[in-house]
């Protein structure tokens, strides 16, 4: 070894066989970190596929919005054109709607985009529903009668694939391509049906009006150009009229502005409407305020979680203190009624605070047999926020306890005896010397309980009535009732990023090294 | 200080008892008086009641039955931040979240002195220890040994006429023990402050104090300065204790003034000096210290009783030659002899004879 390096002064340190003892002793190691993956790599699996990829896809949730434009892509793109947003837009954009309802409807995509929009704007999940069966009942056979009367091949679909085989044609119709494609798919996938055996549907035959309407013909297909010609004095109907005669709200400039400000494919849509915002026409606004509920849900959360904290701290400091300082016989019983709690069902826990919280309960009862509370006056307990923190308080309690207790069993008495030695009084030589060694303790509670607590969702449902619910609530809501996933998402997001931040600054505060839990 | 208080008796156990579970005595019956600038270290095996006797002194624990007196008052109901005793403890008990300075502030602080006053004696404490440049460093920062100094100054930055120490230096190497031993009992001596020193290391009760008591089974056994407790303990758990020692068993056969001739098990007769044996035919077991074993015939004083052995090992230890030997059926009989250019070195399965000095060879109980 000496021999190398000192042939090599300046090079890196090389082993006995001349290879760099860098590359050695990783050669060496690879073998065992190898081993130490595969011991690890179930577990890892586990998380990656429960936890960590459902977390991603909340996440991803949060923004992911592409429903509007998969389903009406036709719309979106017709509505690039439209400009003056105070009005409803012209007749491409409800030409390019009409369309792409029809072919949702088919596939009975239709309702699933309405309830996405309906999270916007209350009300649009049934114009959706009620268009799905409208625009087939749409008067747009006008153009299918007029183009087969001008010539019956019009209504074969032998001279449709023709005329769709020849590339110059399509580049020459696009909407009737795209349209009559459409329809084949439609048959096909949706019905389940031979294109050759069924009646081709008046959408195509007006988008080919719209086409020879707007465009003109110049090519050389002789049956088209007799079709352009003719086109010209065709009867026509407007496609808007036919969408106000379904229903008036249909020009109704918000609803298509909804329809085009959640066209994107990301939103920060779900975000704004978790923090009592809107995406509208002007930018971001403010929600009207009968609709502000998240900011002020977000803030209680945050204020009961503090609170049930503290309550924490205070009640289970002098518990733990006890349990530290006691012989280890008696402190090991007293222990196991600390643990308790833990072996019993919450739910359990959850409903025995509401046989002893509620106005005809224990409690009441008692303080009504004392005189404390008159009769007709019963203390509101439960079903309020007073229920969720007494309840939450309870269930909190050992996960203060335990942090603390663990802390203090290792501070030693031979401290508070110095202090005492050293001239201070039982309270100086608690409050100066043991309280700081026992912050450690206090942190490590904190922490665990504040961040249970702002997640916790079975005790404030069973006992927080309407203003003891936390976010969570609201979160499990949008989950399992009203569907409304994003939005869950972006709750979930948000409260997990209030966690890391406040977890962030109790570090930069009191140091996350000080946290001890053992 | 009163007239009953005299500079002798500044510190005083009258027939102290502790018991903690109220059937067994911890302390039994402990009379002790400590003089006014005294060092006096209370030596034992752990739970022989030592500790517990301090504790009682700094009232960290009460005294079931009787008196502990402090400059001739009864301290027993002082709660101890009144007793104004400074403490050392076993392992330094710094505060590990307030710097140095601080630590040394505390008791200051807590006497409500002057901000100006707090820093000169800080300063002048961190000096006296050799530390004055670490007033700005936490605990954890510190060597055990700087670690130690700084409980030191801590215990005496606030001027009390006592200072316990609890082991205090358990925790150190060798090396650092026995350079800290040298300091603390200058420092005492050099401020003239009461010591009350506890220890189970032999070495360190002999190097530093004035008296040492040595504890067993809740009971004083001998308090007595070094050199009279190594030389003349008084029963054989103290010539056990203190120093290497060669005990043989015997029964006493003549008793002639302080002379007194042992028959051994085997037979053989020794020359003792009695102790703790006041007629013949009594069991008893003879202590004599190794170093004072001669096998040399011509230093042994003519006509005295000598007794055959057999070297059994010989171990160079550097300044001094350790043998051992079989004598009498003990076959850790141990000699140590000067490493001298005329001392001779004995080998293994050697028959030699081997004597002593009468008063070094004491006849304790057996």
């Not at chain 1, 709690?341 to 309960?361: D, I």
Request: glycine residues 8%; hydrophobic residues 45%; aromatic residues 10%.
């Amino acid at each position: 070894m000496t021999d190398n390096t000192a042939q090599t002064p300046a090079g890196p340190v090389l082993a006995a066989d001349g290879r760099p003892l860098k590359a050695s002793l990783n050669r060496a190691l690879r073998a065992q970190k190898i081993r130490a993956l595969l011991l690890i790599a179930p577990l890892l699996l586990f998380i990656l596929i429960t936890f960590i990829l459902p977390i991603a896809d909340m996440l991803f949730r949060s923004v992911e919005n592409q429903i509007v434009r998969e389903t009406l892509p036709r719309t979106v793109a017709a509505m690039e054109a439209w400009e003056n947003h105070e009005e409803a837009p012209g007749e491409d954009v409800y030409a390019g709607l009409y369309i792409d309802l029809f072919e949702a409807a088919e596939f009975r995509r239709h309702t699933r985009v309405g309830s996405r929009l309906n999270y916007e704007m209350t009300g649009i999940s049934s114009l959706f529903r009620q268009a799905g069966r409208g625009v087939g009942r749409f008067d747009t056979d006008l153009y299918t009668d007029q183009f087969t009367d001008l010539d019956t091949a019009w209504a074969d679909y032998a001279t449709w694939t023709g005329l769709m085989g020849d590339s110059a044609i399509r580049a020459a119709l696009p909407e009737t391509a795209d349209s009559f494609d459409t329809w084949v798919r439609i048959t096909i996938e949706a019905n389940d049906d031979d294109p050759a055996e069924e009646n081709i549907e008046d959408f195509v035959y007006f988008s080919l009006y719209r086409d020879l309407a707007g465009n003109g013909y110049s090519g050389s297909n002789a049956l088209l150009s007799t079709a352009a010609e003719a086109v010209s004095s065709f009867d026509s109907l407007s496609i808007r009229d036919q969408f106000e005669e379904l229903d008036e709200d249909w020009l109704n400039p918000e609803l298509m502005e909804t329809i085009w400000v959640y066209s994107p494919s990301y939103t920060p849509g779900y975000f704004l409407t978790a923090i009592d915002m809107q995406l509208s026409a002007d930018g971001i606004t403010a929600q009207p305020e009968d609709r502000q509920i998240y900011v002020t849900l977000f803030g209680r959360t945050l204020f009961m979680s503090l609170v049930i904290m503290g309550s924490c701290v205070l009640l289970g400091y002098p518990i733990a203190f006890l349990l530290a300082n006691l012989p280890m016989r008696i402190s090991n019983v007293l222990m196991i009624l600390v643990l308790l709690p833990f072996w019993t069902s919450l739910l359990v826990r959850t409903s025995a605070w509401k046989v002893l919280l509620q106005q005809q309960g224990v409690i009441n009862d008692i303080l009504v047999w004392i005189g404390m509370v008159p009769d007709d006056a019963r203390l509101q307990l439960i079903n309020n926020q007073t229920g969720t923190i007494i309840a939450m308080t309870h269930i909190l309690l050992p996960f203060m306890i335990l942090p603390l207790y663990s802390v203090m069993q290792t501070i030693p008495p031979s401290y508070v005896r110095a202090a005492k030695s050293l001239g201070a009084t039982d309270w100086t030589a608690f409050w100066r010397v043991y309280f700081p060694q026992s912050i450690p303790g206090i942190g490590a509670g904190c922490i665990l309980v504040f961040i249970l607590a702002i997640g916790y969702y079975i005790t404030p449902e069973l006992v927080g009535g309407r203003t003891g619910t936390f976010i969570s609530n609201r979160i499990a809501y949008h989950i399992s009732s009203s569907l409304n996933w994003g939005l869950a998402a972006a709750l979930g997001s948000i409260l997990l990023g209030v966690v890391l931040i406040l977890y962030w600054i109790y570090d930069r505060i009191v140091g996350i090294d000080n946290v001890k839990l053992g | 200080m009163n007239a009953s208080s005299g500079s002798e008796n500044f510190v005083v156990f009258d027939r102290v008892q502790k018991s903690y579970d109220g059937e067994t005595l911890v302390v039994k019956d402990l009379n002790l008086s400590v003089g006014k600038g005294e060092f006096l270290t209370m030596l034992g095996p752990s739970g022989s009641g030592k500790t517990t006797c301090l504790m009682m002194l700094a009232g960290f624990e009460t005294a079931t039955h009787g008196e502990i007196l402090l400059g001739g008052q009864p301290i027993n109901n002082i709660p101890p931040h009144k007793r104004g005793i400074g403490m050392v403890f076993q392992n330094y008990a710094l505060f590990p979240h307030m710097t140095v300075a601080e630590n040394l502030a505390f008791p200051l602080q807590v006497r409500n002195m002057s901000k100006s006053d707090q820093e000169a004696k800080v300063k002048r404490a961190l000096d006296m220890v050799q530390m004055g440049d670490f007033g700005g460093r936490r605990p954890a920062q510190l060597s055990g040994g700087q670690q130690q100094r700084i409980a030191l100054a801590r215990a005496l930055v606030f001027e009390p006429e006592l200072v316990l120490m609890d082991e205090p230096l358990g925790a150190l190497d060798k090396q650092l023990r026995e350079h800290m031993q040298f300091e603390i009992t200058n420092l005492a001596h050099n401020l003239g402050i009461t010591t009350v020193y506890v220890t189970h290391d032999q070495t360190e009760a002999l190097t530093m104090s004035d008296r040492v008591a040595v504890f067993d089974d809740g009971r004083i056994q001998q308090l007595a300065p070094p050199d009279e407790l190594y030389e003349a303990p008084s029963n054989s758990f103290v010539a056990q204790f203190i120093g290497e020692n060669n005990t043989l068993m015997g029964t006493v056969s003549k008793i002639d003034g302080d002379r007194a001739e042992v028959r051994l098990d085997d037979g053989e007769i020794i020359d003792t000096k009695p102790v703790n044996v006041s007629k013949v035919g009594e069991r008893t077991l003879v202590s004599i210290r190794p170093e004072r074993v001669e096998f040399n015939k011509e230093r042994m004083t003519p006509g005295a009783h000598t007794i055959k052995a057999e070297v059994l090992e010989f171990i160079y230890m550097g300044d001094i030659y350790r043998t051992r030997l079989r004598v009498a059926g003990n076959e850790d009989f141990i000699i140590k002899t000067r490493n001298a250019p005329d001392q001779r070195r004995l080998q293994p399965g050697e028959q030699i004879e081997i004597g002593w000095r009468a008063e070094d060879c004491r006849a304790l109980d057996a």
